[in-house]
């Protein structure tokens, strides 16, 4: 019995692991695999919250 709990809290951790570390990476890349979409729904995301007009030609 103390195998199989071992077992299963080795195989949660392993899952739990590689799903954070997953996300991490796609947060990390997607700036560079998407720049001009990202960048236009900032723009238009704060344009909406303010008063007055963001306009930025590079975001990196």
Do not use: H, W
């Amino acid at each position: 019995m103390k195998r199989t709990l071992k077992r299963i809290f080795i195989k949660t951790v392993k899952i739990t692991g590689i799903s954070i570390v997953s996300l991490i990476a796609i947060l990390f890349l997607l700036p560079y695999i998407l720049p001009n979409t990202i960048s236009d729904k900032v723009k238009q995301l704060v344009n909406r919250s303010i008063n007055g007009e963001v306009n930025f030609s590079k975001a990196r």
